[in-house]
């Protein structure tokens, strides 16, 4: 069961994001790696009467585990604040560049066995948010979901609360 929803979650991705399996970011390794850049503009007349831009990022890791643990996810958190943010989504820059909006970080666990309360209560508190130049240049911001196969039910921080939903219907 876990590999056959792993393999429609991924396909649910497929249209819009570029997907890389088996991702290392770090010493950190994923099963999958999902990318979306979207780009928004306004102009009058011609192209070069650009009125503004906007620039948005989603980076989603997928991870499979026969049971989810809190290091798992402290390891997570570890990897977006060391590697992922700064290496990947600011790409060894100060700051973003002047048209950035938004760079979602999105973790997705998998969990064959049953997830323990103690590590549901952990996902729920765990943030991420960086802004860039007091918001001006955008923000950055840490979404965290399990995804429990055992029970069929789905778990998420605050800021994940759109995908859980999403999540929820697929399980």
Request: aromatic share 12%; charged share 30%.
């Amino acid at each position: 069961m876990d590999r056959n929803f792993f393999e429609r979650l991924l396909s649910t991705y497929q249209d819009s994001y570029d997907i890389v399996r088996e991702y290392r970011a770090g010493d950190h390794v994923f099963d999958a790696y999902a990318r979306l850049d979207a780009s928004s503009a306004r102009y009058v007349l011609l192209k070069k009467a650009e009125l503004w831009r906007t620039l948005n990022h989603e980076h989603v890791f997928f991870a499979r585990r026969r049971k989810v643990m809190e290091e798992d996810l402290t390891k997570f958190l570890t990897a977006v604040n060391d590697v992922i943010e700064p290496q990947l989504i600011r790409q060894g820059q100060r700051t973003m560049p002047r048209d950035h909006m938004s760079s979602l970080v999105t973790g997705i666990f998998l969990s064959e066995e049953p997830v323990e309360p103690e590590t549901i209560r952990r996902l729920r508190r765990m943030k991420f948010y960086r802004s860039y130049s007091l918001s001006f240049r955008g923000f950055c911001q840490g979404r965290f979901v399990i995804v429990d196969l055992a029970r069929r039910r789905v778990y998420g921080n605050a800021a994940a609360r759109d995908i859980v939903r999403g999540l929820r219907r697929a399980v």
